[in-house]
């Protein structure tokens, strides 16, 4: 009865708007101007009042109004930031207010971030006493003097002197998977909750805490009930790396004002989900972190959920291991208490809204009672990672839920800081330098060539070894050690075999930065470096060269050459590795014609700043070099139809509706940059009509789909026949290249089935291709996932191996190493078939837009000559007289000819082995004496039919595993719902699970 009367009082519009009761007590003395009861401010408009003049007729009224689900009760982006920019005015100017007076308590400020993708408003407000929002910015600028203390400019003893006497900051967002709306309005409420009420208890909150709302996140996907973003990426794996536009504009503006604690909203199927965390928690998260998390915040949300009997859970389903989330991320880079809070869509929106708006209310309750104490640890932590990173000491791994009691490793090893070297990789290596100068991390350059010891190069075992001067240095004895450990470490160390995603991710891997590393001693005493704000490595040569070289070991590289081609100039690449102009370059180096460059009228100094990779000239070709033509480059669709999409919306939102497209599409115009002209989306229509010939494509990357044998496949043959390239991902790409008769490569299933997922390994290259061309420094492979593609090495055959495995993992993994596993396999294989050649790679090189160096394998293969090297002496310019104002395919003599029709393999269905994989399936493993149990939690836990039908079971002498096939496919946050039951389950028979994949 008890709950039903809750439910009643939640759906109606004064519990939205006008219930709740004070936050108790505390020593403080009480602000003046304030009541003793629960009174509220009347000149301020409701959110009724507000629209009830129907001059918005898309607002939802009453608010709070809608039945279960995530539609029907939603108000579109515009709407919820129009009502914040309305309650602004009225506290700020008493615009729109019966009695036209500002509010003696409270001030607004806002702080626009752009527009999304989609051209929606981007922004986030912060409120407080007027006191405190005139001191933020200006005055005693609180926000800078906080921002300080995190960046350990201003001392520990300073910070600790001000946490009396100055507010704290605190962060509230939601939203950033569109389709999990409710949070919005459920800050709305928070919204008119601390504006209007006039009692003590919320004015001591207000002078505690400058409190930042973002109601919306991704706009473009909540207007358009979509999880993603515009471009089909979940803004929920990208908050680190920083991809999408939305959270790229955000995250630095929010790191200038580091808060005690961040709410990450969410939703999910059904109940409600708030810390305690699940294990693994990633091992250099703060003690402050967890233990405000873990032991202040969540506790006090257990007591106010129970008071009004209100279903949650706790432990049993999100982890804080992989720094991408909107939890983990602001832990590690701001020191606050991260927290996602997961509220079901079962009930009615009304109950949807009022539970966040509990869970919010309640975390800003028992933060500001407990300000100073909070305050002063979060103050300290800064300090203790700098005498950790002088310490070179990794924090060890330490495990927070009660269902596990066993940490399966410790951080082996000490790091001291890391060197990423200027001349290799530049442009990558700049890009990530920007990435961790945009946070706050200090980074230095050598002034001289040092000769240190304890270096491990990355993959490598530590040497001594000589940095040259200019090499990027980045010591961990600052107060942004734990993100910099995070985020560039080799391994992170899973204390516990349990993971919700991904379970390694190392920026400097994923993108390919061998020959940098990390110390593992401190370099010796007196050397030198200077500071820097930005890697500048963009250089001016000289205006009269014949020749100009840069090396295309980076992404950014390869993007310099499409830059060129594309305005005009010739450009030719190195088949082998040359010393020219006092420096040594890789393979595929980049030789630029300097004629048409200035007949073109090019700033090679402007695209060389750009692209931040250093460019010289030189009198003459110094090696024999291969003429590069323009890209036309074809973009699989998988289907009849090219899909919405933020550059071609077509008839629909621009929303995109393909992952795969999209995230390709993405990758390459939008984060490599290459000009949006030069990737044109294919259908099967167009393939099956022979257009890759007749549109005169150079290239044609499948993403993934599979071309059934028959016309598309026999148009797929005679595009690479006749010279064309094609880029094939994964076992579909490879299946629609057998199809074709281009290649015989074929999988094979590894016994027992291997886990990999996400998983970095160790990696062999070769440069004889030009598909490896640019690694001469060797590189890695990232399995993102455990159903990647194994390739069978007898079915290679005239093909030659890019790239193979090698022996170690750099994290968590399963059966994946050893004889007759992955040691040695091929991953990437070129094929050559007539004039052309196909590149086939056993992973997804656009996954998540993380893999800069897998970015270059595919432009390597996109751009592979197909003329004969030219001799250095040699000069073979395009022919004006034919249009050839740059590089074009038919400037130089093919290296091979192309087959004859009856030369041609025949088109047949062939399609690779059918792997076998537990990717997709849920698997809990407990010890063999325990599958009783198990079995009871399962029961427990009412399975739905539907559920209860994938149901497997699978027992070892000593384990028993409990299986749900096919389960991973659904969303995340409704599988997490009946998971975290069983998970409770086992809880509360005192099983610990051995391992889980959930």
Same mark, same amino acid.
């Given at each position: 009865?008890?709950?039903?009367?809750?439910?009643?009082?939640?759906?109606?519009?004064?519990?939205?708007?006008?219930?709740?009761?004070?936050?108790?007590?505390?020593?403080?003395? +009480?602000?003046?101007?304030?009541?003793?009861?629960?009174?509220?401010?009347?000149?301020?408009?409701?959110?009724?009042?507000?629209?009830?003049?129907?001059?918005?007729?898309?607002?939802?009224?009453?608010?709070?109004?809608?039945?279960?689900?995530?539609?029907?009760?939603?108000?579109?982006?515009?709407?919820?930031?129009?009502?914040?920019?309305?309650?602004?005015?009225?506290?700020?100017?008493?615009?729109?207010?019966?009695?036209?007076?500002?509010?003696?308590?409270?001030?607004?400020?806002?702080?626009?971030?752009?527009?999304?993708?989609?051209?929606?408003? @981007?922004?986030?407000?912060?409120?407080?006493?007027?006191?405190?929002?005139?001191?933020?910015?200006?005055?005693?600028?609180?926000?800078?003097?906080?921002?300080?203390?995190?960046?350990?400019?201003?001392?520990?003893?300073?910070?600790?002197?001000?946490?009396?006497?100055?507010?704290?900051?605190?962060?509230?967002?939601?939203?950033?998977?569109? *389709?999990?709306?409710?949070?919005?309005?459920?800050?709305?409420?928070?919204?008119?909750?601390?504006?209007?009420?006039?009692?003590?208890?919320?004015?001591?909150?207000?002078?505690?805490?400058?409190?930042?709302?973002?109601?919306?996140? *991704?706009?473009?996907?909540?207007?358009?009930?979509?999880?993603?973003?515009?471009?089909?990426?979940?803004?929920?794996?990208?908050?680190?790396?920083?991809?999408?536009?939305?959270?790229?504009?955000?995250?630095?503006?929010?790191?200038?004002?580091?808060?005690?604690?961040?709410?990450?909203?969410?939703?999910?199927?059904?109940?409600?989900?708030?810390?305690?965390?699940?294990?693994?928690?990633?091992?250099?998260?703060?003690?402050?972190?967890?233990?405000?998390?873990?032991?202040?915040?969540?506790?006090?949300?257990?007591?106010?959920?129970?008071?009004?009997?209100?279903?949650?859970?706790?432990?049993?389903?999100?982890?804080?291991?992989?720094?991408?989330?909107?939890?983990?991320?602001?832990?590690?880079?701001?020191?606050?208490?991260?927290?996602?809070?997961?509220?079901?869509?079962?009930?009615?929106?009304?109950?949807?809204?009022?539970?966040?708006?509990?869970?919010?209310?309640?975390?800003?309750?028992?933060?500001?009672?407990?300000?100073?104490?909070?305050?002063?640890?979060?103050?300290?932590?800064?300090?203790?990672?700098?005498?950790?990173?002088?310490?070179?000491?990794?924090?060890?791994?330490?495990?927070?839920?009660?269902?596990?009691?066993?940490?399966?490793?410790?951080?082996?090893?000490?790091?001291?800081?890391?060197?990423?070297?200027?001349?290799?990789?530049?442009?990558?290596?700049?890009?990530?330098?920007?990435?961790?100068?945009?946070?706050?991390?200090?980074?230095?350059?050598? +002034?001289?060539?040092?000769?240190?010891?304890?270096?491990?190069?990355?993959?490598?075992?530590?040497?001594?070894?000589?940095?040259?001067?200019?090499?990027?240095?980045?010591?961990?004895?600052?107060?942004?050690?734990?993100?910099?450990?995070?985020?560039?470490?080799?391994?992170?160390?899973?204390?516990?075999?349990?993971?919700?995603?991904?379970?390694?991710?190392?920026?400097?891997?994923?993108?390919?930065?061998?020959?940098?590393?990390?110390?593992?001693?401190?370099?010796?005493?007196?050397?030198?470096?200077?500071?820097?704000?930005?890697?500048?490595?963009?250089?001016?040569?000289?205006?009269?060269?014949?020749?100009?070289?840069?090396?295309? +070991?980076?992404?950014?590289?390869?993007?310099?050459?499409?830059?060129?081609?594309?305005?005009?100039?010739?450009?030719?690449?190195?088949?082998?590795?040359?010393?020219?102009?006092?420096?040594?370059?890789?393979?595929?180096?980049?030789?630029?014609?300097?004629?048409?460059?200035?007949?073109?009228?090019?700033?090679?100094?402007?695209?060389?700043?750009?692209?931040?990779?250093?460019?010289?000239?030189?009198?003459?070709?110094?090696?024999?070099?291969?003429?590069?033509?323009?890209?036309?480059?074809?973009?699989?669709?998988?289907?009849?139809?090219?899909?919405?999409?933020?550059?071609?919306?077509?008839?629909?939102?621009?929303?995109?509706?393909?992952?795969?497209?999209?995230?390709?599409?993405?990758?390459?115009?939008?984060?490599?940059?290459?000009?949006?002209?030069?990737?044109?989306?294919?259908?099967?229509?167009?393939?099956?009509?022979?257009?890759?010939?007749?549109?005169?494509?150079?290239?044609?990357? *499948?993403?993934?789909?599979?071309?059934?044998?028959?016309?598309?496949?026999?148009?797929?043959?005679?595009?690479?026949?006749?010279?064309?390239?094609?880029?094939?991902?994964?076992?579909?790409?490879?299946?629609?290249?057998?199809?074709?008769?281009?290649?015989?490569?074929?999988?094979?299933?590894?016994?027992?089935?291997?886990?990999?997922?996400?998983?970095?390994?160790?990696?062999?290259?070769?440069?004889?291709?030009?598909?490896?061309?640019?690694?001469?420094?060797?590189?890695?492979?990232?399995?993102?996932?455990?159903?990647?593609?194994?390739?069978?090495?007898?079915?290679?055959?005239?093909?030659?191996?890019?790239?193979?495995?090698?022996?170690?993992?750099?994290?968590?993994?399963?059966?994946? @190493?050893?004889?007759?596993?992955? +040691?040695?396999?091929?991953?990437?294989?070129?094929?050559? @078939?007539?004039?052309?050649?196909?590149?086939?790679?056993?992973?997804?090189?656009?996954?998540?837009?993380?893999?800069?160096?897998?970015?270059?394998?595919?432009?390597?293969?996109? @751009?592979?000559?197909?003329?004969?090297?030219?001799?250095?002496?040699?000069?073979?310019?395009?022919?004006?007289?034919?249009?050839?104002?740059?590089?074009?395919?038919?400037?130089?003599?093919?290296?091979?000819?192309?087959?004859?029709?009856?030369?041609?393999?025949?088109?047949?269905?062939?399609?690779?082995?059918?792997?076998?994989?537990?990717?997709?399936?849920?698997?809990?493993?407990?010890?063999?004496?325990?599958?009783?149990?198990?079995?009871?939690?399962?029961?427990?836990?009412?399975?739905?039919?539907?559920?209860?039908?994938?149901?497997?079971?699978?027992?070892?002498?000593?384990?028993?595993?409990?299986?749900?096939?096919?389960?991973?496919?659904?969303?995340?946050?409704?599988?997490?719902?009946?998971?975290?039951?069983?998970?409770?389950?086992?809880?509360?028979?005192?099983?610990?699970?051995?391992?889980?994949?959930?």
């Amino acid at each position: 009865m008890l709950r039903r009367r809750l439910l009643a009082a939640a759906l109606s519009a004064a519990a939205i708007i006008g219930a709740g009761m004070p936050a108790a007590a505390n020593a403080q003395a +009480d602000p003046a101007q304030c009541t003793p009861d629960l009174q509220y401010d009347s000149n301020i408009p409701s959110w009724d009042q507000y629209y009830g003049d129907g001059h918005n007729p898309a607002a939802k009224l009453p608010f709070g109004t809608g039945g279960t689900g995530r539609v029907e009760g939603k108000n579109q982006s515009a709407v919820v930031l129009e009502y914040f920019d309305a309650v602004m005015a009225a506290v700020n100017t008493g615009a729109g207010t019966a009695s036209g007076q500002p509010s003696p308590t409270v001030r607004m400020k806002k702080y626009p971030l752009g527009r999304s993708v989609l051209n929606r408003e @981007l922004a986030f407000y912060v409120l407080s006493t007027p006191d405190n929002v005139a001191n933020l910015d200006e005055g005693r600028q609180d926000g800078p003097f906080w921002a300080g203390v995190r960046a350990g400019t201003i001392s520990e003893a300073e910070g600790l002197a001000a946490v009396r006497n100055r507010p704290a900051l605190a962060w509230v967002t939601a939203t950033p998977h569109g *389709n999990e709306p409710a949070a919005a309005e459920a800050i709305v409420r928070q919204l008119y909750e601390l504006v209007t009420r006039k009692d003590c208890a919320n004015q001591r909150r207000l002078k505690n805490l400058d409190l930042f709302l973002m109601p919306v996140r *991704n706009p473009d996907g909540r207007d358009n009930d979509q999880r993603t973003s515009a471009w089909a990426f979940d803004h929920n794996r990208d908050f680190g790396t920083r991809q999408q536009s939305e959270n790229r504009s955000f995250i630095p503006q929010m790191n200038k004002y580091p808060g005690l604690f961040f709410i990450d909203a969410h939703q999910q199927s059904s109940g409600y989900f708030f810390p305690p965390n699940e294990d693994p928690v990633h091992h250099e998260l703060s003690d402050f972190t967890l233990d405000t998390i873990q032991n202040t915040i969540g506790p006090a949300l257990q007591q106010k959920f129970n008071d009004q009997s209100g279903q949650y859970q706790n432990y049993n389903s999100y982890d804080m291991f992989t720094p991408e989330y909107g939890d983990s991320v602001p832990s590690l880079i701001m020191g606050a208490a991260g927290m996602t809070y997961e509220k079901g869509v079962s009930e009615a929106y009304g109950k949807q809204a009022y539970d966040h708006y509990l869970a919010i209310d309640e975390t800003i309750n028992v933060v500001s009672d407990q300000k100073v104490r909070l305050l002063t640890k979060w103050v300290e932590q800064w300090q203790e990672a700098i005498d950790q990173g002088a310490a070179c000491n990794l924090q060890p791994n330490k495990l927070v839920s009660p269902l596990h009691d066993v940490i399966t490793q410790q951080p082996s090893h000490p790091v001291c800081g890391y060197f990423f070297r200027a001349d290799e990789h530049s442009g990558d290596v700049a890009k990530l330098i920007k990435e961790l100068l945009e946070v706050g991390v200090h980074v230095y350059k050598l +002034d001289s060539a040092v000769n240190a010891t304890g270096v491990r190069e990355f993959g490598k075992p530590a040497t001594t070894k000589t940095l040259p001067a200019g090499t990027f240095w980045i010591p961990m004895a600052q107060s942004q050690k734990h993100w910099i450990q995070a985020v560039l470490g080799e391994d992170p160390f899973i204390a516990f075999p349990y993971f919700y995603d991904v379970v390694t991710w190392s920026y400097p891997l994923q993108r390919g930065l061998a020959g940098s590393g990390f110390l593992v001693e401190n370099l010796p005493v007196g050397v030198t470096t200077t500071e820097i704000t930005a890697p500048a490595l963009g250089t001016t040569p000289a205006p009269d060269a014949a020749v100009y070289a840069f090396d295309t +070991d980076s992404m950014a590289g390869l993007g310099l050459v499409v830059d060129l081609l594309d305005r005009g100039a010739t450009v030719y690449r190195s088949g082998s590795a040359f010393t020219a102009a006092g420096r040594s370059f890789a393979t595929g180096a980049a030789l630029v014609d300097g004629a048409t460059v200035r007949t073109a009228g090019i700033d090679l100094a402007a695209l060389s700043a750009a692209r931040e990779t250093p460019i010289a000239g030189l009198a003459s070709y110094p090696v024999a070099r291969y003429l590069i033509a323009k890209p036309k480059i074809g973009l699989f669709t998988g289907g009849t139809t090219v899909p919405s999409n933020p550059l071609q919306p077509g008839t629909g939102t621009g929303q995109c509706t393909s992952t795969s497209f999209c995230e390709a599409l993405f990758t390459l115009t939008q984060k490599d940059k290459l000009p949006a002209s030069a990737i044109v989306p294919i259908t099967t229509t167009q393939l099956a009509a022979g257009e890759l010939v007749t549109g005169q494509y150079t290239a044609f990357i *499948n993403p993934g789909s599979t071309i059934a044998a028959g016309a598309g496949a026999s148009a797929l043959q005679a595009f690479v026949n006749g010279g064309g390239r094609y880029v094939g991902s994964n076992a579909g790409g490879v299946t629609s290249a057998r199809n074709a008769g281009i290649t015989q490569l074929n999988t094979v299933n590894l016994s027992p089935t291997i886990t990999t997922p996400g998983t970095e390994y160790s990696a062999e290259y070769t440069t004889a291709s030009p598909v490896g061309w640019g690694f001469d420094r060797g590189g890695f492979i990232y399995r993102d996932a455990s159903s990647n593609p194994v390739f069978d090495p007898a079915t290679v055959g005239t093909g030659t191996v890019v790239a193979a495995y090698g022996t170690r993992a750099f994290g968590y993994q399963v059966n994946s @190493l050893g004889a007759g596993k992955l +040691d040695g396999r091929p991953a990437v294989v070129e094929q050559r @078939l007539g004039s052309g050649r196909a590149t086939l790679l056993g992973f997804n090189p656009f996954f998540r837009a993380w893999k800069d160096q897998d970015e270059r394998l595919v432009l390597n293969a996109v @751009l592979a000559p197909s003329g004969d090297p030219i001799a250095p002496a040699a000069v073979r310019t395009p022919d004006p007289a034919k249009g050839q104002t740059s590089a074009t395919a038919e400037s130089a003599p093919p290296a091979a000819e192309s087959l004859a029709k009856a030369e041609l393999p025949k088109v047949a269905s062939r399609p690779v082995v059918a792997s076998t994989t537990t990717q997709k399936d849920v698997r809990i493993t407990v010890r063999r004496s325990e599958l009783g149990k198990l079995r009871t939690a399962v029961k427990r836990a009412k399975l739905s039919k539907a559920l209860r039908s994938k149901v497997r079971w699978a027992t070892t002498k000593k384990q028993a595993t409990f299986i749900a096939k096919n389960a991973r496919l659904s969303d995340d946050h409704d599988r997490n719902y009946w998971t975290s039951r069983v998970m409770g389950q086992l809880k509360s028979l005192k099983v610990k699970p051995l391992q889980a994949q959930l």
